[in-house]
């Protein structure tokens, strides 16, 4: 099973980012000479997220639970700082904790899409799949043009058999950042291939096809066969593959198609 996650559970300053930054005390680009740099001493937010990036994330809550008690917030530093303490809980898989904060996000503003998409990261991790797809649409509704959201979506619709309707959204993140795959994008999606699953390839592929992009639709095609995809049949008829049927690479790969590996 291929799991595809997600997640713009992320943070600011170091490996990811949370979403809006903080208006006062955010990380900035320090400009100096190494000893002035040096001596700067580091915010409570930088504090925190350095403890994020080496995966301290009981030292990270804390740190942004420190951050919270100062006077004079905002409400969008608030809902910040709340999201980025969901996201530490989350990466222990304290999912109870995890939710309570990102609600509590949500209290202080109500159209931070974030908060609702991690919401659903913290369902699909549990595998209860429809229920996250509930969040990830109220995400969308808000901010339709993360890549990562529509990824997220596209998985838990693959995990529904919504075959179809994953690859609308598969499609939808792959127009908005053609290079989700391949990189940790902007919205910090992440693919993680845990073991084979075949199907999960092809429909990938598929979107591929839809697309035009030869190159990565004859990739996870290849990937499928390895992982024992063998509809030759369904394939051939398919309408996105007939697309890119005359290009020299595909036309090769269906001549010699690649056999199972067996693990």
Do not use: C
Request: hydrophobic share 35%; net charge positive.
């Amino acid at each position: 099973m291929l799991l595809a996650l997600i997640a713009a559970a992320r943070w600011r300053g170091y490996s990811r980012q949370p979403g809006r930054a903080l208006a006062a005390n955010s990380p900035q680009v320090v400009t100096g000479t190494p000893d002035q740099e040096a001596k700067r001493a580091l915010t409570i937010e930088e504090r925190a997220d350095l403890h994020m990036a080496r995966k301290e994330y009981g030292d990270a809550v804390d740190s942004y639970a420190q951050a919270l008690r100062r006077s004079g917030l905002s409400a969008d530093d608030t809902a910040s700082l709340w999201n980025r303490i969901g996201i530490a809980y989350q990466a222990e898989l304290k999912f109870g904790a995890a939710r309570k904060a990102y609600k509590n996000s949500l209290h202080f503003r109500k159209d931070f899409a974030e908060p609702w998409n991690n919401l659903g990261t913290t369902y699909y991790m549990q595998k209860k799949y429809g229920k996250s797809a509930k969040y990830y649409l109220r995400a969308i509704a808000l901010n339709g043009q993360s890549a990562s959201f529509h990824m997220n979506l596209g998985t838990s619709y693959y995990h529904m058999d919504r075959f179809d309707q994953s690859v609308r959204e598969y499609r939808a993140a792959l127009l908005l950042d053609p290079d989700i795959l391949s990189k940790h994008s902007s919205m910090g999606t992440v693919v993680e291939t845990r073991e084979s699953d075949p199907k999960f390839y092809y429909y990938l592929a598929k979107t591929f096809a839809n697309l035009g992009r030869v190159d990565e639709a004859v990739h996870y095609l290849r990937r499928a066969f390895e992982d024992g995809f063998h509809d030759l049949k369904g394939l051939n008829e398919d309408p996105d593959f007939k697309k890119i049927s005359q290009a020299p690479v595909y036309v090769e790969l269906m001549k010699n198609p690649p056999a199972a590996i067996k693990e």
